[in-house]
């Protein structure tokens, strides 16, 4: 009777807190309910850190050159693609960078930046591939938790941002990640060709400088907004999440960056063997 009364309670609470949503999103791919992307990041984690590895402990790693290969400068295509949405729908025709709203109407512009939106939600599906060719290459020592937090935490915070505020304020950070990817996924790519491809990785340390610096922008524009006066932006709670988002990041990096480079814990070589070091994204 408790179990029934709570159950009841709960999806009415839903049904309540649903109505708030972006009907235009609604049929989209993934967008009906939580409850499928909750599955397939349960199996992620799942697979990345218990089953994954115990299916490899007695096996070779499997040879994924090639596949990596297109799959990294896929991925430095898809970002592109992204990031020029992001421009085209907003952040380079109209958005100010201190309070944008959320445009709610049918107007091609809006809808091209709901789209844009939920295409970054989706890309951060395909990016869980990143954990899963560390796994079955049996680099278990790349599946750290900044690493798999961080893929993690990305679509399931992104499902709400598109069911409730697909545009406005609070995309600034998911344009400067897709620009971010575009260097990043190249390195990766590069990495995967091999040690031919060596002397022109002299950048690594720079690149994770580069995610430094994109976190610190999240938090000074997520920051600035609360300062502005009469902001009328739909979901404030967005604003306390990416301020979230942006310290937590940006502190989980600066660590892992004086960890790398100041105490010299990792090599400052891009490239050892041929094996490309660590993605944390």
């Known amino acids: 009777m408790v179990f029934s009364d709570l159950t009841s309670r709960t999806v009415h609470l839903y049904d309540e807190w ?29 697979f990345v850190t218990s089953l994954g590895p115990k299916l490899m402990e007695n096996r070779k790693p499997f040879d994924l050159k090639k596949l990596m290969i297109t799959y990294n400068f ?16 907003g952040w380079g025709v109209g958005y100010s960078y201190r309070c944008d709203i959320v445009d709610y109407s049918r107007s091609p512009i809006a809808l091209r930046m709901a789209w844009t939106c939920w295409l970054y939600y989706f890309s951060k599906f395909i990016e869980l591939l990143d954990t899963i ?48 990817h575009v260097v990043m996924y190249t390195y990766y790519g590069l990495c995967a060709l091999g040690p031919a491809y060596q002397k022109y990785l002299w950048w690594k340390k720079y690149l994770t400088t580069l995610q430094l610096v994109q976190f610190i922008m999240v938090t000074v ?36 960056w004086y960890r790398a480079y100041t105490k010299g814990q990792r090599l ?14």
């Open 18 to 46: 649903i109505k708030d949503a972006d009907p235009r999103v609604g049929d989209w791919p993934l967008m009906s309910s939580p409850l499928p992307q909750a599955i397939i990041l349960g199996l992620y984690v799942y």
């Open 74 to 89: 896929l991925i430095v295509l898809f970002s592109l693609y992204m990031c020029y949405e992001f421009i085209m729908s």
């Open 133 to 180: 060719f560390f796994v079955l290459r049996k680099k278990n020592s790349q599946v750290t938790f900044l690493h798999v937090f961080h893929h993690t935490i990305m679509p399931w915070t992104w499902w709400f941002g598109v069911k409730f505020a697909a545009g406005g304020l609070g995309t600034f950070h998911a344009l400067l990640n897709t620009a971010v």
């Open 221 to 256: 524009h997520i920051g600035q907004s609360f300062l502005v006066k009469d902001c009328k932006y739909q979901f404030p709670i967005f604003q306390y999440i990416i301020m979230c988002y942006g310290c937590i990041f940006l502190i989980l990096f600066a660590h892992f």
């Open 268 to 281: 400052p070589k891009t490239v050892k063997n041929g094996v490309c070091k660590s993605k944390n994204n």
